[in-house]
Each structure stands twice: as C-alpha cells, then as structure tokens.
C-alpha cells in the first residue's frame, strides 16, 4: 500500500473495456455458449442423414434441437448465473450501485444470453453450411432460427430470475428438467389450443410459417421473459405490466390463428419434370436438384417401357392423391431413408419400388396365381428387387408347392425375357391396361 | 471526555457540517433490536467504532451504506434523507463501501473488477481508467492490476475491496473490518490510507483492532447492545482507561473496557437482546 507520494511513476492509462465485456469474456457467459454449442452440435450430428440436403428439414431439427435441449440449457445457465451473486457475496456491493437494477440485472444476465444465442448461432450456421453443401433445391428458412434464438435469449433472462430467487442449486438442473417437459409436452399435444402458444411445434417439412409466427412468438415468449425481469428489478413494478399486456395480446393472436400459423409452402405445391422418359419423371421442386439421379436410377425400367402404351403418363411428387393418370413417385421424404445427404442411397432398390407403383395391385388383398406369376415376370423384367435372388433361393428349399412356384415363375420370366421387341411390348401394353385390377381378367397370359 | 459525551447535533458556526447524520435510528432484524435511538454525526475525519460482537457496528455500517432498511428514525448522508428514493442515487454517488463479507467475481482482472464498480457507481466513463489506476495504485496493487483476483493472497484480495470502495473517491466512505485478512505490514500502510483519506472524506471504520483505532482514527464511537456506549477522541478514551484503570493491554483496550462497563453499568435493563 502506498501514499500519493509513493505513487508509480505516471504511465498511459490503460482503458480496462466497457464493464458488460469482462462480464463477457470471464467466468461463465463463454462457457455457457460453448455448453450450448456442444449439446446442439452433438444433437444435430448424430442424426445429420434426417436433415443434410433439405433446408427445411434443417429448419425443423435445428428447430426441435433448440426447443428442447437449448431452451432447458438457457434456463439452466441463466439460473446458474442468477445464483452468482449469492455465491459470490457480491450483493452488498450490487446493492448499493447508483446503477439501476435493471441495468446492473441486465450486465450480468445478457452476456450469458448472448453467449448461448452465439453458440446457438454458431450451431445453426454449421447446419446450414452442411446442408447447402449437399442442398437438393428449396432456400434457407431464416425466419424461424432467429425466432429460437429470440427464445433461448428469453429463457436464459427467465432462468436468471429464477435464479435470483431461489436460493437453491437444484434449482438449475430442476429448471431445465421442468423445461423440458414442459416444452415436450406442449410440442407433442396435438389438441388442445395452448399448445399454440409453446415455442416448439413439430411440423411437416412441407409446411412453412406464416412470416409473423416467428416474431409472434417472440414478442409472447419475451413479453413474459421482461415482465418477469420488470417485476424484479424495476422499483416500480407497474411496468411489468407493459410488456404482459404485449406478451397477452402476441399470445392471443397466436392461439387464435391456430392451425393458420403454418401453410403447406407453396415449393412443395410445384414439381419438375423429366419429360424425355416413359413414364415423365417429376420430383417436387423442395429437392429437384435430385431429378439427374432419379431419372438416372429409373433409365433402366424407363428404357425397357419405350414404346409400351398404356402407362401412367408420368410419376408424380406432390402433396394429396396422385390424379388418374399418374402414379406416385417412391418416397424421397422423409429423408434418412430414401435419400441421405442428396444421394439416393440404393438406386436399385428405388426402380423396384418405382416398378412396383406402375404395376398398381398395392391395394389387392389377393391375386390370382397367373396374375401374380405375370406381376413378378414384369417386376423382373423391368427392375428386379436386390433381394429377388434371397427369395428365389428360400422357394427353392421350401416344400413341393412353393418349389413348383418358383419353376412357373422362372418359366414366366424367361417367356417375357425371350420375346422379340414388338411382341413383347404388345404383350406389356396389355399388360399394363389391367393394372389395378385385382382379377384374372384381361391380364395376358405368359 | 465522558461516556456519550456529545450526540448528534447542528454544527456550530465554523463547525465542518456532518456528512453523515443519525437521529433516533433503530433497526430491527426479526424480533432482535440491532440499533436502538442512535444520535450520531460524523465529519470530515477517520471514526473508528469499536463494539463488541453484536454490538451493532454492522447493521449501523449497512444502514449508511443503504444497504438494510432503518426501522425508525432519520438517516442524512450528505444533507439527504436515504429514505428519499429519488435522493438515494445521489447519496450513494458520494458512497464507499467495504462489506465486512467482500464478494468479488474471482475470474476478472483488478482493473477489471474496479471498472466495474464504478461503472455501478455511474462514474462518467472517460474519467474510469484513471480513476480505476489511481485507486489499485492506492492500495499497492499497480503492478498485480492485471492479475485475476482468485489469483490473488486474501489480504490482496482485501485491499481490491478497499480499491473499489475509493474508486469514486467519495466524500464518505464506510468500512467494514477493512483490516481483516491483512499482515501486519500491510496494517500500518492501511492506516497511512486512512489518514490520507480521511484528511477529505468522512471514513467510518468498524474494527475490533485498538491499535487500527489508536493510530489512524480522529474520533472514537463504541457501540454496545444497540445503542452508543461512548463517543471521543482515541487519546480521551486512553485516559479514561487511565483513570478507570480497565483491563487490558493497550491504554485504549483499557479505556475501551472502562467505557463499557461504565455503559452497561448505567444503561436501564441492561442489554437490548
């Protein structure tokens, strides 16, 4: 300890930084962006083949990912944060700061938010950026990841109320619990009309928002998040009531709007197709950068029906029944299956099931044996199932009847296999007249 | 000087006007009666308050510092009743304090931690990095400033209190066993601080420390049951302590001990609690 005239020798003097920066860069604000960054990226990657390529499939994980992990994570580390001063002994000092509550509330409360917005943020970029890169059509749908961010930043400001408090530890982790229930609970219901007003809502990836769900949602989940900040630091706890009345009025447009909130996109209403093939081959417009290899993967069966009549005039991707002429596309959604990372994961397998849909019968309960030994001769024609070969071998080792099966069936495929060109496309166009008919009649015989 | 030789009163002509000022002050916590018709005033000087546990000293120190809420009487720190909300900010711009627990947040720097009490203090922010230098300079730590705090030994640790509570250099500054946790070394420079300090501003001290009384303090006020036992200067409570032949190693230790018997013998039912 010195006296003035021991001081140091004068130096520059060092500016030490707006005080909501060391809040910032020490103690727990980046540790809780980085928690955030962790449980979501984790989150997302470990079933990245559910969302990489469609931007709104992106959209709804990063979504369900943020409701239900980030927002019980924000609760928590707010609430963490809001114990601070009570552990650290430092409510005298904040207690007698010139600084209003709110403000001092607000130095230690945002950059924990922030921070775990950033993590967020970082989170949702990384998505985005692995999506673009195996994009399949569609556009980024910004609307709703700015509106979870608006939401985790209010959970963490609600958290760190809670945190003020309740002089309890279990009361982080019992938050968050209590969180995600609560959100899973509400995203899950799919009757009562409350279940507008959670923050998390389980959607189809056709459907988009209407552009002010997002910042509806906003203003009911931060509308309650500043009336509860107001009413405990604001010396005048009538101004909670400003942001409750804005928080009600958000939350009773939101729940009369019920099923309003969101609309099949008008994307997935369209589809582009191939029209050089026969049957035309459309993909809806959401993933239509993957025409190239759903046309390529159909070439082979699309090649052996040149000339055939009486086929579906086209395989079609949209939403609803397809019309009379048409036959639906092989599911491309949801993705994970099908398709992982805008890649048809078995091209061969995706023209049996293509093969399949032009046969029609899907919807008989039984056919006849001619019928079916003409049904399996045309999927082996056009494009054998990879698994033909397993079924063919277990005929083979199973009794007399499923044996004398198997002969009539191979016979049958190589009557077909061995027509010249012109008999056997007359045969398939008489084929294909009688598909969707569960009886004998007109089918050809083979 | 006799046992609660002068309570509060108007200054007379040429007299510096109080700082701080208490009249018919009580405090409550619960059912207990920390403070009972306390009549003080403090000027420009150091006042050390001397009590035992209990006595009182604390919830007097939270009181001025607005921290604890009086139960009766009137508050003036610096000529404005603390009770007065739209007052409250102005009285506590010309505050410092030290609790007796310092909380701190272990992960910023002492300039760090500095700055950002006088930002709760709203300190114009141009002035904040001189203002920050020139307080951890005070208190010995200029070459520790960019140092963590839980880098720092406890009675470093003290002396960022001290830091922050003099940041705004303040016309009053209230100290909570400041000299807790600091060597003895340490102790002597501390109250070359305080007399240093207490040249302008109006330093209360509560210490259990004589000596700290003895060497840095201009005025005397001993606290005991809630109420003022004996109000002076250090040298007039060593000569009652020499005339009343307390215990006690020190002049003062004797003449705080003669003081509070001299109190407890007088006071009607003894003690409060």
């Given at each position: 300890?010195?006296?003035?005239?021991?001081?140091?020798?004068?130096?520059?003097?060092?500016?030490?930084?707006?005080?909501?920066?060391?809040?910032?860069?020490?103690?727990?604000?980046p540790?809780?962006?980085?928690?955030?960054?962790?449980?979501?990226?984790?989150?997302?990657?470990?079933?990245?083949?559910?969302?990489?390529?469609?931007?709104?499939?992106?959209?709804?994980?990063?979504?369900?990912?943020?409701?239900?992990?980030?927002?019980?994570?924000?609760?928590?580390?707010?609430?963490?944060?809001?114990?601070?001063?009570?552990?650290?002994?430092?409510?005298?000092?904040?207690?007698?700061?010139?600084?209003?509550?709110?403000?001092?509330?607000?130095?230690?409360?945002?950059?924990?938010?922030?921070?775990?917005?950033?993590?967020?943020?970082?989170?949702?970029?990384?998505?985005?950026?692995?999506?673009?890169?195996?994009?399949?059509?569609?556009?980024?749908?910004?609307?709703?990841?700015?509106?979870?961010?608006?939401?985790?930043?209010?959970?963490?400001?609600?958290?760190?109320?809670?945190?003020?408090?309740?002089?309890?530890?279990?009361?982080?982790?019992?938050?968050?619990?209590?969180?995600?229930?609560?959100?899973?609970?509400?995203?899950?219901?799919?009757?009562?009309?409350?279940?507008y007003?959670?923050?998390?809502?389980?959607?189809?990836?056709?459907?988009?928002?209407?552009w002010?769900?997002?910042?509806?949602?906003?203003?009911?989940?931060?509308?309650?998040?500043?009336?509860?900040?107001l009413?405990?630091?604001?010396?005048?706890?009538?101004?909670?009531?400003?942001?409750?009345?804005?928080?009600?009025a958000?939350g009773?447009?939101?729940?009369?709007?019920?099923?309003?909130?969101?609309?099949?996109?008008?994307?997935?209403?369209?589809?582009?197709?191939?029209?050089?093939?026969?049957?035309?081959?459309?993909?809806?417009?959401?993933?239509?950068?993957?025409?190239?290899?759903?046309?390529?993967?159909?070439?082979?069966?699309?090649?052996?029906?040149?000339?055939?009549?009486?086929?579906?005039?086209?395989?079609?991707?949209?939403?609803?029944?397809?019309?009379?002429?048409?036959?639906?596309?092989?599911?491309?959604?949801?993705?994970g299956?099908?398709?992982?990372?805008?890649?048809?994961?078995?091209?061969?397998?995706?023209?049996?099931?293509?093969?399949?849909?032009?046969?029609?019968?899907?919807?008989?309960?039984?056919?006849?044996?001619?019928?079916?030994r003409?049904?399996?001769?045309?999927?082996?024609?056009?494009?054998?199932?990879?698994?033909?070969?397993?079924?063919?071998?277990?005929?083979?080792?199973g009794?007399?009847?499923?044996?004398?099966?198997?002969?009539?069936?191979?016979?049958?495929?190589?009557?077909?296999?061995s027509?010249?060109?012109?008999?056997?496309?007359?045969?398939?166009?008489?084929?294909?007249?009688?598909?969707?008919?569960?009886?004998?009649?007109?089918?050809?015989?083979? | 000087?006799?046992?609660?030789?002068?309570?509060?009163?108007?200054?007379?002509?040429?007299?510096?006007?109080?700082?701080?000022?208490?009249?018919?002050?009580?405090?409550?916590?619960?059912?207990?009666?920390?403070?009972?018709?306390?009549?003080?005033?403090?000027?420009?000087?150091?006042?050390?308050?001397?009590?035992?546990?209990?006595?009182?000293?604390?919830?007097?120190?939270?009181?001025?510092?607005?921290?604890?809420?009086?139960?009766?009487?009137?508050?003036?720190?610096?000529?404005?009743?603390?009770?007065?909300?739209?007052?409250?900010?102005?009285?506590?711009?010309?505050?410092?304090?030290?609790?007796?627990?310092?909380?701190?947040?272990?992960?910023?720097?002492?300039?760090?931690?500095?700055?950002?009490?006088?930002?709760?203090?709203?300190?114009?922010?141009?002035?904040?990095?001189?203002?920050?230098?020139r307080?951890?300079?005070?208190?010995?730590?200029?070459?520790?400033?960019?140092?963590?705090?839980?880098?720092?030994?406890?009675?470093?640790?003290?002396?960022?209190?001290i830091?922050?509570?003099?940041?705004?250099?303040?016309?009053?500054l209230?100290?909570?066993?400041?000299?807790?946790?600091?060597?003895?070394?340490?102790?002597?420079?501390f109250?070359?601080?305080?007399?240093?300090?207490?040249?302008?501003?109006?330093?209360?001290?509560?210490?259990?420390?004589?000596?700290?009384?003895?060497?840095?303090?201009?005025?005397?006020?001993?606290?005991?049951?809630?109420?003022?036992?004996?109000?002076?200067?250090?040298?007039?409570?060593?000569?009652?302590?020499?005339?009343?032949?307390?215990?006690?190693?020190?002049?003062?230790?004797?003449?705080?001990?003669?003081?509070?018997?001299?109190?407890?013998?007088?006071?009607?039912?003894?003690?409060?609690?």
């Amino acid at each position: 300890m010195t006296l003035l005239t021991e001081r140091a020798p004068r130096q520059r003097v060092r500016r030490p930084g707006h005080p909501l920066r060391a809040e910032a860069v020490r103690g727990f604000a980046p540790w809780a962006g980085a928690a955030m960054l962790l449980t979501l990226g984790v989150a997302l990657a470990v079933g990245s083949e559910r969302w990489q390529g469609g931007w709104a499939e992106t959209r709804d994980q990063t979504h369900a990912a943020a409701m239900l992990l980030g927002v019980p994570l924000a609760l928590a580390a707010g609430c963490w944060q809001g114990g601070r001063e009570r552990r650290r002994g430092t409510g005298e000092l904040l207690a007698t700061a010139v600084r209003g509550r709110t403000a001092a509330f607000l130095a230690s409360a945002l950059p924990v938010a922030l921070w775990l917005a950033a993590g967020y943020a970082v989170a949702t970029a990384l998505a985005l950026l692995a999506t673009w890169y195996r994009a399949m059509g569609d556009r980024p749908h910004l609307g709703t990841p700015l509106g979870d961010a608006a939401v985790l930043v209010c959970a963490a400001l609600t958290g760190q109320v809670v945190g003020r408090l309740v002089a309890w530890r279990p009361a982080a982790p019992l938050l968050a619990a209590a969180g995600y229930v609560v959100l899973g609970v509400a995203g899950h219901d799919r009757r009562g009309s409350a279940r507008y007003l959670s923050p998390f809502v389980e959607t189809s990836s056709t459907s988009v928002p209407v552009w002010w769900q997002p910042w509806a949602t906003v203003a009911w989940a931060g509308g309650l998040a500043a009336a509860a900040v107001l009413a405990y630091t604001a010396r005048r706890r009538a101004v909670a009531l400003l942001p409750l009345v804005a928080a009600a009025a958000a939350g009773t447009l939101l729940v009369q709007t019920g099923d309003g909130l969101w609309h099949t996109a008008p994307l997935a209403r369209r589809q582009v197709c191939d029209t050089s093939t026969t049957p035309q081959i459309c993909v809806n417009a959401r993933y239509k950068e993957l025409l190239p290899q759903v046309t390529e993967a159909l070439s082979g069966m699309t090649g052996r029906l040149e000339g055939v009549e009486n086929l579906p005039v086209r395989f079609e991707d949209l939403p609803g029944r397809p019309g009379p002429d048409e036959v639906e596309l092989p599911m491309i959604t949801p993705i994970g299956w099908s398709v992982v990372r805008g890649r048809l994961t078995d091209p061969e397998e995706y023209a049996w099931a293509a093969g399949m849909t032009l046969q029609g019968r899907g919807d008989c309960d039984e056919v006849p044996r001619r019928v079916a030994r003409a049904d399996d001769a045309v999927e082996h024609y056009l494009a054998p199932s990879p698994l033909r070969r397993q079924f063919d071998e277990q005929y083979a080792r199973g009794d007399a009847a499923e044996r004398a099966a198997l002969r009539e069936r191979l016979a049958a495929r190589e009557r077909l296999a061995s027509m010249g060109d012109e008999e056997r496309r007359a045969w398939l166009s008489a084929y294909f007249a009688t598909r969707d008919e569960c009886g004998r009649n007109g089918v050809p015989e083979l | 000087m006799s046992p609660v030789s002068h309570l509060a009163s108007r200054p007379s002509p040429g007299e510096p006007a109080a700082a701080v000022r208490t009249a018919g002050l009580r405090v409550r916590h619960r059912r207990t009666v920390a403070l009972d018709s306390v009549d003080l005033d403090f000027g420009p000087g150091v006042h050390g308050l001397l009590g035992p546990n209990g006595a009182g000293k604390t919830s007097l120190i939270r009181v001025l510092a607005t921290v604890a809420e009086p139960s009766g009487g009137r508050v003036e720190i610096l000529g404005h009743d603390i009770r007065d909300h739209r007052r409250r900010g102005e009285v506590r711009r010309g505050l410092g304090y030290l609790p007796q627990d310092f909380g701190y947040y272990p992960g910023f720097t002492v300039r760090e931690f500095v700055a950002y009490v006088a930002w709760l203090k709203e300190m114009p922010a141009d002035g904040v990095p001189a203002a920050v230098e020139r307080a951890v300079a005070r208190v010995g730590l200029a070459d520790r400033i960019d140092a963590k705090v839980r880098r720092l030994s406890g009675g470093m640790i003290r002396r960022v209190g001290i830091a922050q509570a003099v940041v705004n250099e303040p016309p009053v500054l209230l100290l909570d066993e400041p000299t807790a946790g600091l060597d003895p070394e340490q102790r002597v420079e501390f109250r070359e601080l305080l007399r240093e300090l207490g040249v302008s501003s109006t330093v209360i001290v509560s210490t259990h420390l004589v000596e700290d009384v003895a060497a840095a303090c201009t005025e005397v006020t001993l606290v005991d049951a809630g109420r003022v036992a004996y109000r002076g200067t250090p040298p007039s409570l060593a000569a009652l302590g020499e005339s009343e032949g307390g215990p006690g190693d020190h002049p003062i230790e004797r003449g705080y001990t003669a003081a509070l018997r001299a109190h407890r013998a007088s006071a009607p039912g003894g003690a409060l609690r």
